[in-house]
């Protein structure tokens, strides 16, 4: 059974071999431009435990990582080609999502975790990113736009917003 608990420093070599393998399943897929130049690094998994933000999924060990974070995304302030579900309520962002290819599950296993604990949730891939868009969509996320990140790359950005129970 798949478990998400927030990541700690003595998971960092472990995170970094999940992050490594994730590279290696976009490399395979034909996602030749996404987490380039060494990112996502140590010291960029470093600052999300530090502020709270990693997390590991767990099946006996580390199977899978993500970043949870607090709105707002700075990247997200602008959209283009569409909006925003909802552009005034506060939201989450999931961000640096990593698994090994033979463990199954894991994106489900976050997004359990990320709507148990707000109902707004916001995420993005790059374009050569099929099987993300794949996974978000399968999870009811709806298509909003494009974003582009500090650097100046486009995103494709995807939003869910589950109803007031």
């Given at each position: 059974?798949?478990t998400v ?7 960092i070599p472990?995170?970094?071999?999940v992050?490594?393998?994730?590279r290696?399943?976009m490399?395979?897929?034909g996602n ?7 990112y ?9 435990i ?8 767990v099946?006996g ?10 709105s707002?995304?700075p990247t997200?302030?602008?959209?283009y080609e569409g ?5 005034a ?8 999502i990593?698994?090994f290819p033979e463990v ?13 604990r707000d ?11 099929g ?7 399968k999870?009811?996320?709806?298509y ?8 100046g790359d486009?995103?494709?950005?995807y939003?869910?917003?589950?109803p007031?129970?």
């Amino acid at each position: 059974m798949l478990t998400v608990r927030p990541a700690g420093p003595e998971d960092i070599p472990a995170v970094m071999a999940v992050l490594e393998a994730a590279r290696g399943i976009m490399r395979a897929s034909g996602n030749l431009r996404q987490w380039v130049d060494g990112y996502p690094s140590e010291a960029v998994v470093r600052n999300d435990i530090q502020n709270g933000y990693g997390f590991v999924v767990v099946e006996g060990d580390i199977a899978g990582y993500f970043a949870f974070i607090p709105s707002p995304e700075p990247t997200y302030a602008a959209i283009y080609e569409g909006s925003w579900l909802d552009d005034a309520a506060p939201y989450h962002v999931i961000h640096r999502i990593g698994s090994f290819p033979e463990v199954h599950g894991v994106f489900s296993a976050i997004m359990d975790f990320a709507f148990s604990r707000d109902r707004n949730i916001r995420i993005d891939t790059h374009r050569d990113n099929g099987i993300m868009q794949h996974n978000i969509l399968k999870q009811g996320f709806t298509y909003c736009g494009i974003i582009y990140l500090a650097s100046g790359d486009e995103r494709l950005a995807y939003q869910r917003i589950d109803p007031v129970l």
